[in-house]
C-alpha cells in the first residue's frame, strides 16, 4: 500500500462524480437528484439554512467506527478498552456518543477533561496524557477521580505523587515508553522513535527507572504501560514491532520489580483515506494485528495477557466529517492556476498548511457531474499559504456554490483558530434525515467577550 504521504503526481481532471467518491465520504453519503445528501440531509439545503463554513459530521459513521474497533478488538481478547481520543474532535455531543458506545475517553488537557466533567461521562474510564501536564491539570484529574493518568517525565510523577498524598488517595499510572520503533508516516506526527519529547525511552533505561520509581512513590498505582508509535499508519506490520518491543519489557519488569504489567496501552495511529487512491489497513486487520501479537509474545515469554488499550482518534471521526464552504470567486491564471476562493481556510483546516495534507474535493450541488477541471481550494485569509486542496479536481465552480471537502472530521475543528478574527465554524450532526447544532458557530460578540479593552 501507497504512504498517504508519498509524492502526489501533478493533478489532472480525473472524470470522477460524487458516486466515485462514496469511499472518502461518510457511509451514509449519497447523490440524489445531482446534489450530495449525508445523514439523509440535502448537504446544499443545509448549507444554505445553517450557513458556511459549516462541518457537518454524521453519526451513523462515527457510531459505527467506535463499535467495529470494540467488536474486533474484543473478538479477540475480552479485556480491550477503546479509549476514544478526544484531541480528533470534542463536543459534548461526542463525549456522550463515546459513552453510549461502551468506550473510554482520553484527554491531552485540563479543557478536554472538562468536558468530560460536563457531559457526565464516567471518570474511571478517562485518561489523561501530556507530556508537560501543569500542576493545576493534575490536581484536576485527581480532584474528579479520573481512571489513569499517564506519566511522560520524572517531574510529573513527583507532582502526582505529592498531590496524591495530599488528598489521601492513589492513582493508576500508565508509563510512558518510547520503543524506538519509527512507524511509516509523516515526521510531524510520528512519535515512537528515540528522538521524541513523548515518554520515556526504552533504549536509554528510562524507561525502567521510570517504571521503579512508580512503584515505589507514595500516592501511586503502577498498573502498566503506554506506547504511541504515531498517527496516519498505512503499514501494520510496525505495531507488530513495537508490541515485540513492550512485551520484551514486561518480562523485565517482572524479572526486576516482582511486578506485573496489568495494562499494555497500544496507542491509536490508524491510517485513514483521504484520497480516493489510498487503501489503509481495516479496524478487523488492526485488531487481530494488535491483539492477537500481544498474547503471542506474552505466551512466548511466559507471562500473563494483560489488560488492553487501543487509542483511536483520526480513525473513528475522518471520514465521518465533511467540510462546507461557498465558493465567493473563481479566478484563472492563465497557463498556471485557478484559484476557488471559499468563505473558510486555515481558520478551520490548518492540516494543509502544517503537513501539506491533500483532500478530495466536491461541488455538492454538481455532484453527478464529472470533475472537468483542476482549480486549488483557497481560503480567505491574508496569507498566501492559506489554502484549503491544492490542485483539487473539481467540478467546474461558479460563485454561489457548495464546495464539499471530504474527511475533514479530524483534527480540523480541532485545531481551528480565530486568525483574522474570523469566527470558527459551527458543527452539525446529522442522521436519519435531521440536522442539530452540537457546537453553534461563533459570533463576534464571541470574540471579544473574553477582551478587556
Known sequence: MARPSTPRPPAQPDQRTGHDLLPVLPMTAEIKDGRLWIGGVDTVELAREAGTA????????????????????????????????????????MVRIVEEEDCCLLCASGGELAYAVRAGFPMERVQMHGNNKTPAEL????????????????????????????????????????????????DFIMTGAEDSKFGFGLNQGLAMEAVKRAV????????????????????????????????????????????????????????????????????????????????????????????MAVEPGRSIVARAGVTLYTVGSVKEIPGIRTYVAVDGGMSDNIRTSLYDAHYEALIANKA??????????????????????????????????????????????????????????????????????????????????????
Not at 467495529?68 to 463536543?91: C, I, M, N, P, Q
Not at 457531474?369 to 467540478?395: F, N, W, Y
Open 368 to 453: 453527478e457531474q464529472p470533475r472537468e477541471m483542476v482549480g486549488t481550494i483557497a481560503g480567505k485569509h491574508c496569507e498566501s499559504g492559506d489554502i484549503v486542496v491544492r490542485d483539487a479536481p473539481l467540478q467546474c465552480p461558479e460563485p454561489g456554490d457548495v464546495v464539499c471537502v471530504a474527511a475533514t472530521g479530524a483534527y480540523c475543528q480541532s485545531m481551528s483558530s480565530n486568525y483574522n478574527k474570523q469566527v470558527r465554524p459551527g458543527v452539525v450532526f446529522v442522521r436519519d434525515g435531521q440536522w442539530r447544532w452540537a457546537v453553534r458557530r461563533e459570533t463576534y460578540e464571541d470574540l471579544l467577550r473574553t477582551d478587556e479593552g
Open 216 to 307: 515505589a512513590l507514595p500516592g501511586l498505582e503502577f498498573d502498566g504501560l503506554h506506547m504511541h508509535i504515531g498517527s496516519q499508519i498505512f503499514a501494520l506490520h510496525s505495531y507488530a514491532r513495537a508490541i515485540e518491543v513492550m512485551v520484551a519489557f514486561m518480562r523485565e519488569i517482572e524479572s526486576e520489580t516482582g511486578h506485573a504489567v496489568r495494562m499494555l496501552d497500544v496507542g491509536g495511529g490508524l491510517g485513514v483515506a483521504y484520497g480516493a487512491p489510498d487503501e489503509p489497513s481495516t479496524v478487523k486487520d488492526f485488531g487481530k494485528v494488535v491483539v492477537d501479537g500481544i498474547k503471542e509474545e506474552c505466551e512466548r515469554h511466559g507471562i500473563a495477557v494483560p489488560r
Open 139 to 186: 490536581a484536576e484529574c485527581l480532584d474528579a477521580g479520573i481512571g489513569r493518568v499517564v506519566v511522560d517525565n520524572f517531574e510529573e510523577m513527583e507532582r502526582l505523587s505529592a498531590l496524591a498524598a495530599e488528598r489521601g488517595v492513589t492513582q493508576k499510572v500508565l508509563v510512558r515508553v518510547t520503543p524506538g520503533v519509527e512507524a511509516d508516516t509523516h
Open 54 to 93: 459549516l462541518y457537518v459530521m454524521d453519526e451513523t459513521t462515527i457510531r459505527h467506527q467506535l463499535s467495529e474497533y470494540v467488536k474486533w478488538t474484543r473478538y479477540h481478547w475480552k479485556d480491550v478498552d477503546v479509549v476514544y481520543a478526544g484531541k480528533a474532535f470534542l463536543s459534548l455531543a
